[in-house]
T-cell receptor
């Protein structure tokens, strides 16, 4: 079964550094998402992306965050200047459609540790 | 702000027991999904419920969506050690984003 793949599985960075988290969604999917999960807390929505633009974003997704689909297969999340509180598990997800029934297919996540 | 509260948050039971997990909100959701998450992995969809009062069965798992579409339950019959994991409910309220509950960590002891 096709799956969403994320790299790296674990990223350690120093505060203030830029990080790029990478995702390869399922190939025929059109809707892409980033969620994050701080240790011990809920999975939180960050951003949704369709037709090469952001379709919805949360209040967490401030100017430090950006997303891109540079080559038609990868979907990236960039954090420009990381803070300690950005430490979390970041999940990429994709969907083939966006009606209320549509399932999201999640990757296994990138654990980001900011020191 | 839409919130989903799950209860209980932790449950440790013996193999063969039944259990019910609740997912409650004061908001109406267009649909509600249940996911299961294993350590080190992303959530995996179990079921989506859309219609108020809807009941769906997946082997020993029974999912129900409340009549008012504000709550849902997951009932597991004769739990097995392979059911151990984190069970998450997540709802859509008219936008693309999924709102997740905090999850119920289930441990089934042999």
């Amino acid at each position: 079964e096709p799956e969403v793949t994320q790299t790296p599985s674990h990223q350690v960075t120093q505060m203030g550094q830029e990080v790029i988290l990478r995702c390869v969604p399922i190939s025929n999917h059109l809707y892409f998402y980033w969620y994050r999960q701080i240790l011990g807390q809920k999975v939180e929505f960050l951003v949704s992306f369709y037709n090469n633009e952001i379709s919805e974003k949360s209040e967490i997704f401030d100017d430090q965050f950006s997303v891109e689909r540079p080559d038609g297969s990868n979907f990236t999340l960039k954090i420009r200047s990381t803070k300690l509180e950005d430490s979390a598990m970041y999940f990429c997800a994709s969907s083939g459609r966006t009606n209320y029934n549509s399932p999201l297919h999640f990757g296994n996540g990138t654990r980001l540790t900011v020191t | 702000t839409q919130l989903l509260e799950q209860s209980p948050q932790f449950l440790s039971i013996q193999e063969g027991e039944n259990l019910t997990v609740y997912c409650n909100s004061s908001s109406v959701f267009s649909s509600l999904q249940w996911y299961r998450q294993e350590p080190g992995e992303g959530p995996v969809l179990l079921v989506t419920v859309v219609t108020g009062g809807e009941v769906k069965k997946l082997k020993r798992l029974t999912f129900q969506f409340g009549d008012a579409r504000k709550d849902s339950s997951l009932h597991i019959t004769a739990a097995q050690p392979g059911d151990t994991g984190l069970y998450l409910c997540a709802g859509r309220g008219g936008s693309e984003k999924l709102v997740f509950g905090k999850g119920m960590k289930l441990t089934v002891n042999p």
